[in-house]
């Protein structure tokens, strides 16, 4: 039997409220791929919804257990990053990717979204942010994160095609060869998830049908099947299609459902789609 992927997820974990590590850990699972969590900050649930949250930081953590790993000889085929409690815990991220050279390194910047930044993010955390984007082969920013990188307002308007590839050509100088921002709506009227891969000079959209809800986790979905269809081998257009799919879905089957927005989607029924490996979108050029 081949032996499996093996993920290290930095990322935070919540209690209650499908997001993060909750969302991760069987997304990436049902495609084949083991995930070991080395975990920003224990939380009883998501911030947004259940009033005053339980937190624990565990910044002190992440550094023991990378030790831990390499005593062990454990190797990991990725590096994957999200939600960040502390500027120090951008310096453990660093630590644990220069640990595991071969790795591919996933940032998924989480920052804000809608235009505005989340409140546990100050400016100095924001600018360290940068060099963990810096430091990565891939990054998965929705429009917010896209524009605090690069330290432009966040746009008011659809953007144009030009604009929108000008975007995904500044946040790959930065670094990455490769960016994915979510959300992203354009002047002809589509919503899309676009994506650029610097190597092949190549854009990509996924369009996709937008639902008149806004459910925590979503974007962690996407960043976890996005990354397991790298690893699995998968073109960019292609992970980007099913993750693409995978989130209408489970968003739509939610939304019909009625299921209270501070749950999150409802992963449990949606999965076995993710099983079939299979996608049902078009993926186009940008």
């Given at each position: 039997m081949s032996e499996l992927k093996r993920v290290a997820a930095i990322h935070d974990l919540s209690g209650v409220g499908r997001c993060s590590l909750s969302v991760i850990f069987p997304t990436l699972s049902v495609?084949?791929?083991?995930?070991?969590?080395?975990?920003?900050?224990?939380?009883?649930?998501?911030?947004?919804?259940?009033?005053?949250?339980v937190l624990k930081d565990m910044t002190d953590y992440i550094p023991?257990?990378?030790r831990h790993y390499l005593a062990a000889g454990i190797d990991f085929d990725c590096v994957y990053s999200g939600f960040l409690a502390s500027e120090e815990q951008v310096t453990h991220c660093l630590e644990v990717m220069d640990?595991?050279?071969?790795?591919?390194?996933?940032?998924?910047?989480?920052?804000?979204?809608?235009?505005?930044?989340?409140?546990t993010y100050n400016d100095a955390l924001c600018r360290r942010m940068g060099e963990l984007v810096a430091a990565a082969d891939i990054i998965t920013p929705n429009l917010t994160e896209a524009s605090i990188l690069l330290g432009i307002p966040y746009p008011q308007a659809p953007l144009t095609v030009g604009e929108a590839k000008q975007i995904l050509v500044k946040l790959s100088q930065k670094g990455p060869k490769t960016v994915v921002i979510t959300g992203v709506m354009l002047a002809a009227g589509e919503v899309c998830n676009i994506g650029y891969d610097r190597e092949q000079n190549a854009f990509w959209r996924v369009p996709y049908e937008m639902i008149p809800r806004s459910y925590p986790g979503t974007g962690d979905i996407f960043a976890s099947i996005l990354t397991g269809g790298i690893l699995l081998g998968d073109s960019l257009p292609i992970a980007m299609t099913r993750a693409t799919a995978f989130c209408e879905y489970a968003i739509k089957t939610t939304f019909s459902y009625g299921s209270p927005t501070r749950e999150g989607v409802m992963l449990e029924k949606c999965?076995?789609?993710?099983?079939?490996?299979?996608?049902?979108?078009?993926?186009?050029?940008?």
């Open positions: 495609m084949g791929i083991q995930v070991c969590a080395l975990p920003t900050a224990l939380l009883s649930t998501h911030t947004n919804g259940f009033g005053e949250v023991d257990a990378l640990s595991f050279r071969t790795a591919l390194r996933v940032v998924d910047p989480v920052m804000g979204d809608g235009g505005k930044r989340y409140r999965l076995p789609m993710l099983a079939e490996k299979q996608s049902f979108m078009e993926f186009r050029q940008l």
